[in-house]
């Protein structure tokens, strides 16, 4: 303790920190701008009926739902809330998309009800189809393992699209597990 108070004091007293060169906050201007990246994912704002179909079980019925995509932070990120049905049971998402200017990647942070943790993840886009192609991984509950998995969203049109997860083996397979094809609603059936 007596020598985080010595830490404290002396950092208290310290000359501050030297200005970010000109350099640097041309970097972070770089960084902070949008650009055709963000003007992609800003194309699928708005509210879409959904049609889900958990993949990894034969048989699986479709359910239907809805999701609201927004765009956040000034077009840097969009929000989709979706709600729907799985396993029976009340099914909510909660998905952020962005495109970061640094790295050149396209990133998601996925977050739903069925567990309390998150998918981080990046990629880009597929060159073949424009697919936007994101990998990251995930802790699985049920065997304590990390999981990773890969996302693919496909656009159709500017009224379709559709986002498919998969579960990649350790082998390079890849086992598709859900399925949500989004259809615009018109602007007087949105929520």
Not at 110 to 137: C, F, K, Q
Request: hydrophobic letters at 40%; one cysteine or more; proline letters at 5%.
């Amino acid at each position: 303790m007596l020598l985080l108070g010595c830490w404290w004091a002396m950092t208290a007293s310290a000359e501050p920190a030297e200005p970010p060169k000109p350099s640097a906050l041309e970097a972070w201007k770089t960084s902070a701008a949008t650009g055709a990246s963000h003007e992609r994912l800003g194309l699928l704002t708005g509210s879409w009926k959904v049609e889900a179909q958990y993949l990894a079980q034969a048989g699986s019925p479709p359910a239907a739902g809805v999701a609201t995509i927004e765009a956040l932070l000034g077009g840097r990120t969009i929000e989709e809330r979706l709600s729907t049905q799985l396993f029976g049971q009340s099914y909510e998402v909660l998905y952020l998309l962005g495109y970061d200017n640094t790295r050149k990647k396209y990133w998601g942070i996925w977050i739903d009800n069925l567990t309390s943790a998150a998918t981080v993840a990046e990629g880009e886009l597929r060159p073949a189809d424009g697919a936007l192609v994101l990998e990251g991984s995930y802790d699985d509950p049920a065997s304590g393992t990390r999981h990773t998995s890969r996302s693919e969203l496909i656009v159709e049109s500017e009224s379709a699209f559709t986002l498919t997860l998969f579960d990649l083996g350790a082998d390079g397979s890849a086992r598709p597990s859900l399925r949500l094809r989004h259809t615009r609603l018109p602007v007087k059936e949105a929520h």
